[in-house]
């Protein structure tokens, strides 16, 4: 069997550390009344992402969608996955909540011409490489897709929260091609948006635009999509990326960032449903401040 080479979420059980496989849900593990939100403790030790049962008050929120496809997956479904599929485990992602001085957050929209998730506004963020720590990982992304250099010692990074993500995201758009648990790492950056907006020079392949979201949009964006948000703009400013990566200034409706997964037919332009957890998370770290 081809050795792994990449980097696995792992349970610890007795002492030693197993690795998940790709068709467990990793929150219904530690849930004992299929809560879709539990409490865990979290290390990274030679390249296995480490998960274990925590005392309450002292783990971290994982969490996952109410309808992740690995929860209400079949016996039926599962024999249909290819068998590379069962096989490749649970991967390990790291997306970087940027705070400026000035408290806004950078959100990026992946290209439309990505496999996974296109369309979709997320924070930069990617998979965790062997031999990177989770910080190491999150600075790598976020260089290599808004061209944004911070070096480990100018920000104070802390895991926000745990979010389990399952691509296609309903399995009414087809049957689970890719597991992660995504690691939503806050880092705090001491210049302005207007600071970093400068230095912005995003990969066109892997983005198609940015925006400094303020504490009042987050709001919107993770309250209840029916409920009104009066003293909002209807339209939010947002920094385009062109072929070439040049940007230039644009506008989106505010609905779209209000928007949320339908339950069936094609996926919409929309934050992800884990870039909403890990945002509530984000606002209540600002609470807590």
């Not at 550390?17 to 879709?36: C, K, L, R, Y």
């Not at 996955?81 to 909540?97: C, S």
């Not at 989106?252 to 945002?279: I, N, Q």
Request: aromatic share 4%; with cysteine; charged share 25%.
């Amino acid at each position: 069997m081809e050795r792994v080479r990449r980097v696995l979420v792992h349970f610890c059980k007795d002492g030693a550390a197993q690795p998940a496989h790709f068709v467990q849900s990793i929150t219904g593990h530690f849930s004992e009344g299929g809560e879709d939100e539990v409490e865990v403790g979290c290390s990274l030790e030679r390249n296995r992402f480490i998960l274990h049962r925590a005392d309450a008050g002292r783990g971290v929120t994982l969490k996952r969608h109410a309808f992740c496809p690995i929860k209400h997956l079949s016996v039926t479904e599962n024999a249909a996955l290819p068998l590379d599929v069962q096989q490749r485990g649970v991967d390990v992602g790291v997306a970087t909540i940027l705070q400026t001085a000035n408290q806004k957050v950078l959100l990026t929209r992946r290209a439309k011409e990505l496999r996974i998730f296109p369309n979709i506004w997320v924070p930069p963020g990617g998979h965790l490489e062997l031999d990177e720590t989770l910080l190491d990982a999150g600075l790598r992304e976020l260089q290599e897709e808004t061209g944004l250099k911070l070096e480990p010692e100018e920000g104070s990074p802390n895991i926000l929260g745990l979010w389990e993500s399952v691509f296609p995201a309903l399995l009414s758009r087809g049957l689970p091609q890719r597991h992660h648990i995504v690691v939503y790492l806050l880092l705090r950056s001491p210049l302005s948006h207007l600071e970093l907006q400068a230095s912005l020079s995003p990969s066109p392949v892997e983005v198609s635009a940015c925006l400094w979201a303020d504490r009042q949009l987050v709001s919107a964006v993770v309250s209840d999509p029916d409920g009104e948000n009066l003293d909002l703009q209807r339209s939010v400013s947002v920094s385009q990326v062109s072929a070439d990566g040049a940007l230039s200034d644009s506008s989106l409706p505010l609905e779209v960032f209000l928007s949320r997964a339908p339950v069936s037919g094609p996926d919409v332009e929309r934050v992800s449903s884990g870039t909403m957890f890990a945002l509530k998370l984000w606002l209540r770290s600002l609470d807590d401040l």
